[in-house]
């Protein structure tokens, strides 16, 4: 008789679908499936946020470096004054820009005079040039934050969503005997309907950890080979000024 009403407890209640286990759940078990629910919006507008700004800035990098290595000077996009907004390479370059201006000039504004200025100055000494490189350093640092930004967020969810779901299953097998025990009735069809309910929580974390293991992993690549790429970029533009606007002097021979 026992094990004939299971079945049909279970017809009653849609196949013991996701839908009939929530509303077996109890306020303990809907409360961690709430914080699911949020961690995983949460996750989910990081991945799509930072899904977007890694195209806009490979998008934007390509047509950047494009220009910039087809004129050999390397002030020449800054003087024009073309910005590549949401390109982090150009967050290094203008940083340099600017540092090697206020080297050169002693000022890093741009104005009608700006060009006159700089074909007459003369060239700034290795040890400013050392200046301009922690700036172009600096600036590689607070681009590789800005990047990595809200990345915890899915390593919280990635490691955190499953053991949240282990607890609401724990709590909710746990409160499950609990009935049983109280009731004297230990049967399938009374204990079915709280094992279930108690599932749904593994089941939910596992729906939030999974993709948000799946993005975690391939934004994490993908920024490490745009900080790489920054760092390249830098000591680039450092071999380009320092060619161009560095005085390294004349060296005297030893046996003088």
């Given at each position: 008789m026992e094990v004939s009403l299971f079945p049909t407890l279970l017809a009653a209640s849609g196949g013991g679908s996701l839908i009939f286990a929530f509303e077996q759940s109890t306020l303990p078990g809907r409360l961690i499936l709430l914080s699911l629910f949020v961690a995983s919006i949460f996750s989910w507008s990081?991945?799509?946020?930072?899904?977007?700004?890694?195209?806009r800035a490979q998008a934007m990098r390509d047509d950047f470096i494009a220009l910039f290595r087809t004129d050999r000077q390397p002030l020449r996009i800054y003087t024009d004054g073309m910005r590549?907004?949401?390109?982090?390479?150009?967050?290094?370059?203008?940083?340099?820009?600017?540092e090697l201006t206020f080297q050169l000039l002693g000022s890093a504004e741009v104005d009608e005079t700006f060009r006159g200025r700089l074909d007459s100055a003369p060239r700034i000494s290795p040890a400013q040039m050392?200046?301009?490189?922690?700036?172009?350093?600096?600036?590689?640092?607070?681009t590789a934050l800005k990047l990595e930004s809200q990345m915890i967020i899915l390593a919280t969810a990635v490691s955190g969503a499953p053991f949240l779901g282990l607890l609401g299953t724990v709590w909710g097998v746990m409160e499950t005997f609990g009935d049983v025990a109280a009731s004297g009735s230990a049967n399938l069809a009374a204990m079915a309907p709280g094992v279930s309910a108690a599932l749904i929580t593994t089941?939910?974390?596992?729906?939030v950890a999974i993709p948000a293991m799946f993005g975690y992993n391939y934004l994490v690549t993908t920024l490490r080979g745009i900080i790489v790429g920054l760092d390249n970029f830098a000591a680039e533009l450092g071999s380009e000024f320092?060619?161009?606007?560095?005085?390294?002097?004349?060296?005297?021979?030893?046996?003088?």
């Open positions: 990081v991945m799509i946020t930072k899904f977007r700004t890694i195209r590549f907004d949401g390109a982090p390479l150009f967050s290094v370059y203008k940083a340099g820009c600017q050392r200046v301009v490189n922690s700036a172009m350093e600096r600036a590689v640092g607070e089941v939910t974390g596992l729906l320092e060619h161009k606007y560095v005085d390294h002097g004349t060296r005297e021979r030893p046996w003088k």
